[in-house]
């Protein structure tokens, strides 16, 4: 069993902007510019809107957090999305998902306008995606696709489950598996709550892409030996003996499939810093389009 190591991976990517930000800089010119905004307290969000903050810093990039407050209304945000979308100093923002429930999530992501749409949300990024064309991908579909290409596992003619249908993670590397490329050329099934007899499905499966957003739900029995598994999922489960009362928790039980598989990814170290250099790549991406 090898352990896929997200974070060295991203390291590798963020050295890689590093240098065309440096590049830049050199030339005189303004460097990327990422805006993240969040909307009230969720701490896990607030987690990772600091991480992408300090990732943005590492390479060199311009960031702004925008902290609005949880009771926000839907149109006062849709204000600051018309405002972002025309602010010349700033090439893309993401709004952290989730929302509070009295937004609703699809309103203010057709708001974004699809040229600094980073996070691939849009219904113009997505359905470029699915036919192929330069888009912005999703960061973390996109950063399952770049550890996979980094680690240089093999995807043609495989069978590759994708557990979860979620339009972030799950159709969309659903889509990209698929796709005549490298990685990619898998055989894909797209497995959700009602496919049947899933535990074969899963047992069936060469690439085990799992976001479904239960905990530990993937075992032992659902893993077919020398399995590629990737999981996506991430629950901060109650743990008093951590100083800050929480543990990550994925979607497989990690200890009971391990020696099952060829190559795995852990909760953390994972797919997470992928997800966050993705969406640098992103950025980097939307700086050059405006600059062209
Ligand atoms: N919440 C969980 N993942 C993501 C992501 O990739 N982008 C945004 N905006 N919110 C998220």
């Known amino acids: 069993m090898q352990l896929l190591d997200g974070n060295l991976c991203a390291k590798e990517i963020r050295e890689e902007i590093s240098i065309k930000v440096r590049t830049l800089k050199k030339q005189g010119n303004r460097v990327p510019h990422l805006v993240a905004?969040?909307?009230?307290?969720?701490?896990?969000?607030?987690?990772?809107?600091?991480?992408?903050?300090?990732?943005?810093?590492?390479?060199?990039?311009?960031?702004?957090?925008?902290?609005?407050?949880?009771?926000?209304?839907?149109?006062?945000?849709?204000?600051?999305?018309?405002?972002?979308?025309?602010?010349?100093?700033v090439d893309g923002f993401i709004v952290q998902l989730p929302l509070p429930k009295h937004i609703d999530e699809t309103k203010i992501i057709l708001a974004i306008n699809p040229i600094k749409d980073v996070d691939g949300f849009c219904p113009e990024n997505v359905g470029n995606l699915c036919l192929g064309l330069p888009t912005y991908i999703s960061a973390t579909p996109n950063g399952i696709m770049e550890l996979l290409k980094r680690y240089d596992i093999k995807t043609e003619g495989k069978h590759?489950?994708?557990?979860?249908?979620?339009?972030?993670?799950?159709?969309?590397?659903?889509?990209?598996?698929?796709?005549?490329?490298?990685?990619?050329?898998?055989?894909?099934?797209?497995?959700?709550?009602?496919?049947?007899?899933?535990?074969?499905?899963?047992?069936?499966?060469?690439?085990?892409?799992?976001?479904?957003?239960?905990?530990?739900?993937?075992?032992?029995?659902?893993?077919?030996?020398?399995?590629?598994?990737i999981d996506v999922g991430q629950t901060r489960v109650p743990d008093q003996t951590k100083k800050n009362g929480f543990r990550n928790v994925g979607d497989v039980d990690f200890e009971n499939v391990k020696q099952k598989c060829s190559y795995i990814t852990y909760v953390t170290g994972g797919v997470g810093p992928m997800t966050r250099a993705s969406l640098l790549q992103n950025t980097l991406k939307a700086h050059e389009r405006r600059s062209k």
């Open 37 to 89: 905004v969040l909307v009230g307290n969720d701490g896990a969000s607030k987690n990772y809107v600091a991480f992408k903050a300090r990732d943005c810093d590492e390479v060199g990039f311009q960031s702004t957090v925008t902290t609005l407050p949880e009771t926000i209304t839907e149109t006062d945000l849709l204000k600051k999305i018309d405002e972002l979308n025309n602010d010349i100093a």
């Open 160 to 229: 590759c489950v994708v557990l979860g249908r979620s339009n972030i993670v799950g159709t969309p590397i659903s889509i990209l598996m698929s796709r005549n490329t490298d990685p990619g050329n898998a055989t894909v099934t797209l497995a959700h709550s009602r496919t049947k007899n899933l535990i074969q499905l899963c047992a069936s499966a060469d690439i085990l892409i799992v976001a479904i957003g239960k905990t530990e739900f993937v075992t032992n029995e659902m893993v077919k030996e020398g399995a590629v598994v």
